[in-house]
């Protein structure tokens, strides 16, 4: 795999600075069902790197001492982390909203039985990646047959009252482009996404989200090896808007890796880019009791990612 971090460089994207945190990202390892191509984690079923059980309930504990209100719990598939329930169950317990972020094809594999339900019954909030609604784009990213489990899974998530009006369980698709190109605007992907999925499928979703490729890990790896990496950064670059610099995801959401170490977004994460003016990323342990409000945040040109166009984020767009 191609190195993409020494094609990153420090550059001259805005000074960012940190709110006091509202959300803490956990991403409970690598491990995936499944391993598409713009995935900027890496992941696949191959990986073996996992949260550890101790890490876990420490998270938990930062989470009531810093006041954290949402949980997001991401991978690699988070939900074939084997503390995962447990997890969701006691974050529930201390009345944390928790998001899982689903490829929608785990829901389907045979040890995973009975967990649509289990989200249903724990009022987990799913933010699912769906990236087209046609069933060729989505097999060429992430595998033959990919569609077609995708769907079957969203029709157990809507049977379960997720993505109705008048079913009170939240689900958010998540959309992104198939190349080195930027996302379309959203509201107008999403009218698309909704008038398809629901004439060809009969599915249901509350909001899409679009979501820009990071030119990081496989995916910039593959820039790389189709030399358009530098071609996709001056893309990024030029569609910068300032305005985005105000919602960009953190801000107000701390990310933590498998081991237990807090970075700024799970972009940085990938890259090993500890907190600002840190020379290594510290602990959840070590940032117990810190106040993080106005805390520097650590930034590049991999950022210009989150503020081109109209912005992007593990929320969607941002303008």
Excluded: K
């Amino acid at each position: 795999m191609h190195d993409t971090l020494h094609l990153l460089r420090p550059g001259d994207f805005p000074a960012l600075r940190r709110r006091r945190p509202t959300t803490l990202q956990l991403n409970l390892g690598y491990r995936c069902n499944q391993q598409c191509q713009h995935c900027h984690v890496a992941a696949s079923p191959h990986r073996t790197e996992m949260m550890a059980a101790e890490t876990l309930e420490l998270a938990l504990r930062f989470a009531g001492r810093q006041g954290i209100r949402t949980l997001d719990l991401t991978g690699g598939a988070p939900e074939l982390h084997p503390g995962f329930r447990d997890l969701v169950r006691a974050a529930r317990a201390r009345g944390l909203h928790v998001m899982d972020r689903c490829n929608l094809t785990v829901l389907l594999e045979p040890e995973q039985a009975g967990l649509a339900e289990f989200l249903a019954g724990n009022e987990v909030e799913i933010v699912a990646s769906l990236p087209c609604y046609l069933a060729e784009n989505v097999d060429r990213q992430r595998g033959a047959g990919a569609f077609d489990g995708s769907i079957e899974a969203l029709r157990r998530l809507n049977a379960l009252g997720y993505g109705r009006a008048d079913g009170g369980r939240v689900l958010n698709l998540v959309y992104n482009p198939q190349g080195p190109h930027l996302p379309p605007p959203q509201i107008g992907l999403e009218a698309d996404y909704r008038a398809r999925l629901r004439a060809d499928h009969g599915i249901e979703f509350n909001r899409l989200f679009t979501i820009a490729n990071m030119p990081i890990a496989r995916f910039g790896s593959t820039l790389v090896s189709r030399q358009e990496f530098e071609p996709y950064m001056a893309l990024l670059r030029a569609a910068h808007q300032d305005a985005n610099l105000a919602a960009v995801m953190c801000r107000d959401l701390l990310s933590v890796d498998w081991r237990g170490r807090v970075h700024d977004c799970d972009f940085n994460q990938m890259l090993g880019l500890p907190l600002a003016d840190r020379a290594a990323a510290p602990t959840l342990a070590e940032l117990m009791d810190a106040d993080l409000t106005d805390w520097p945040i650590a930034v590049g040109d991999h950022c210009y990612g989150c503020t081109a166009g109209q912005g992007s984020s593990c929320g969607g767009a941002l303008t």
